[in-house]
């Protein structure tokens, strides 16, 4: 047990140190791990800002983001979820193994990360749509930065004007709006492709599985952070 007295002279010294940071939010001030160093968010992909050196390990993915007015830094369990998400099913059980052409739709994009995220880790190609044209902006420039101009297209296309076929479909979104696409979802995501959501309390999981798996698809990973969780889905082939 850590003498009370010791506990604010320690943050302090993390604060200054770089290795947290603090935060305000709705009216609340936190203290959260600093994004402005290489910050592991899953096994395999550390998100930095550009300009920071890192020496990765030998499977480490490297992502370098500007901390903008997009969500999607890092920062908040859900973008993390996702990113493990897409770890599992990209690299664990690696459904891409038997598909030649791949492609990726990033519903909501905001900073870009999971479509970057979908490049690195062996997508050929990724699309993220935003409607915010403040998120396309910091998007666009993420995927810059990342030298992925040739891989990722940014644009603000309506989920129910896209009638393309994607290997995985990445949405991080709240559950209402994951619920309501249920079924353009399903109808864009390839036969053995897959789908990769986040954004869902704890509570909303039984009921979006209920919703998920009745006809089109099997749910393979779950994983739940500070009461968000992140599902992982393979449709039927």
């Not at 992502?63 to 996702?82: C, K, M, V, W």
């Not at 599992?88 to 990726?104: G, M, N, P, Q």
């Amino acid at each position: 047990m850590i003498e009370k007295k010791k506990i604010k002279p320690a943050v302090k010294a993390l604060v200054s140190a770089g290795e947290l940071t603090y935060t305000y939010n709705y009216g609340c001030s936190f203290i959260e791990i600093s994004f402005n160093k290489p910050v592991r968010i899953s096994k395999h992909i550390v998100v930095k800002p550009p300009g920071i050196f890192y020496k990765p390990m030998s499977e480490d993915v490297e992502i370098e983001l500007l901390h903008g007015a997009s969500f999607g830094t890092g920062e908040h369990p859900t973008t993390r979820l996702a990113v493990r998400g897409m770890e599992y099913a990209l690299k664990e059980i690696d459904f891409l193994r038997s598909k030649k052409k791949t492609c990726a739709l990033d519903i909501g994009t905001g900073s870009g990360i999971l479509a970057i995220t979908a490049a690195r880790l062996g997508i050929k190609k990724a699309i993220g749509t935003d409607i915010d044209p403040c998120a396309r902006s910091e998007a666009k420039e993420n995927v810059k930065i990342n030298r992925l101009d040739d891989k990722i297209e940014i644009c603000d296309r309506m989920i129910d004007n896209i009638d393309e076929r994607f290997t995985l479909v990445t949405a991080n979104l709240r559950y209402p709006t994951i619920k309501r696409i249920y079924s353009k979802i399903a109808e864009i995501t390839e036969p053995a492709g897959g789908v990769v959501v986040s954004g869902i309390k704890e509570e909303e999981v039984p009921e979006l599985l209920d919703i998920y798996t009745e006809k089109h698809f099997e749910c393979k990973w779950k994983e739940c952070e500070k009461s968000w969780a992140g599902l992982v889905f393979i449709k039927n082939a």
